[in-house]
């Protein structure tokens, strides 16, 4: 079984930047799809990224696409997820998942299909 610990939230004036890490042990991520999810207060937690096994697909939730971009590290066994231009609402908290994927080209985006979970790293952004 992997665990996920995310870092690198924080807070942060509108405009500016922030990289998220999620770092994995327990199993390699070289065998899972990776998610960024994101939740706010009150709302529902979505999805925000997704990167396949392979790195060379990804998928973006329209309103970041452009600002973030997701990564992956085999080495560092380590999922990147970068935001820049961030907006006050951007302010979440952020959660990184593990999917197991048939094919290394599947990008997952359903939150249900993501059984592994970090804890979340908060990010604010201020106006």
């Known amino acids: 079984q992997v665990q996920l610990v995310e870092s690198g939230g924080g807070l942060v004036q509108a405009g500016g930047s922030l990289r998220l890490s999620c770092a994995a042990s327990?199993?390699?991520?070289?065998?899972?799809?990776m998610g960024w999810f994101r939740q706010a207060p009150g709302k529902e937690r979505d999805i925000v990224a997704a990167i396949s096994r392979s790195g060379a697909n990804t998928y973006y939730e329209p309103s970041v696409k452009d600002r973030f971009t997701i990564s992956r590290d085999s080495a560092k066994n380590t999922v990147y997820l970068q935001l820049n231009s961030l907006k006050p609402e951007d302010t979440a908290t952020y959660y990184c998942?593990?999917?197991?994927?048939?094919?290394?080209?599947?990008?997952?985006?359903?939150?249900?299909?993501?059984?592994?979970w970090g804890q979340g790293t908060q990010v604010t952004v201020s106006s």
């Open positions: 327990g199993r390699t991520l070289s065998a899972y799809g």
């Open positions: 998942a593990a999917s197991r994927t048939l094919y290394t080209i599947d990008v997952p985006t359903a939150g249900n299909q993501y059984p592994y």
